[in-house]
């Protein structure tokens, strides 16, 4: 059972743009929603988190929605730049001890 | 900056042999995790790991793998008996002291069973 899907599988954005990826989850009981960002033959490294007591965080040009309600939540990178390609996931946890992680979103930005 | 280190960056070994990966988390923080990510696809949760014991375990950490904190510095991953679909990414990861804390990556080993 996939605990969280994430969509689409490939992005590819003009320079400039607004890249979205969205993630959907379904245990209610999750409260922590984080999302990385991967580069080739590197580790995860974390862009931006957010619980689900706000609905909305913003750090920069990376802005994360949060629908408790639709139990979705989603990465918009704004001005998206050919830097910003990278693999991003999404990922929830409850206990804090394991994390679900999406199956990922490989952003392709062009100049 | 601190950081997650991983050694070695790449190992190559034969089915069926024993590996161990190291992993030093950043000093004072008090979880310490396992991922895998076999190629082009997602992160898997291993184990994790608190208070010199696991806290919690996906169905993939079965008895052929283990976890110890030898020392106060490092901790490893043992794969008893490696199989070919062992071949994968493996990640470390480390939080401080609350278990929602922004985890950090290390750089990975990569594994080939051959």
């Known amino acids: 059972q996939q605990q969280v899907k994430q969509s689409p599988q490939s992005l590819i954005v003009q320079k400039g743009g607004i890249s979205i990826i969205n993630c959907a989850y379904e245990n209610t009981a999750f409260d922590y929603f984080p999302w990385y960002q991967q580069f080739p033959g590197k580790g995860p490294a974390l862009l931006i988190a957010?619980?689900?007591?706000?609905s909305e965080k913003k750090e920069g040009r990376f802005t994360i929605s949060f629908n408790k309600s639709a139990k979705q939540f989603s990465l918009h990178i704004m001005d998206s730049q050919p830097g910003d390609s990278a693999t991003y996931f999404c990922a929830a946890t409850n206990t804090g001890n394991q994390f679900y992680f999406g199956t990922g979103t490989s952003l392709t930005v062009i100049p | 900056e601190p950081e997650v280190t991983q050694t070695p960056s790449h190992q190559v070994t034969q089915m069926g042999q024993e590996v161990i990966l190291r992993c030093v988390p950043i000093s004072n923080h008090l979880y310490f995790y396992w991922y895998r990510q076999i190629l082009g696809q997602k992160v898997e949760f291993l184990v994790s790991?608190?208070?010199?014991?696991?806290?919690?375990k996906s169905e993939i950490f079965d008895d052929q793998f283990s976890v110890e904190r030898p020392d106060g510095s490092n901790f490893t991953l043992k794969i008893r008996s490696t199989k070919l679909e062992d071949s994968a990414m493996y990640f470390c990861a480390s939080n401080g002291g609350l278990s929602t804390d922004t985890q950090y990556f290390g750089p990975g080993t990569r594994l080939t069973v051959l």
């Open positions: 957010i619980r689900p007591d706000v």
């Open positions: 790991f608190y208070n010199n014991e696991i806290s919690e």
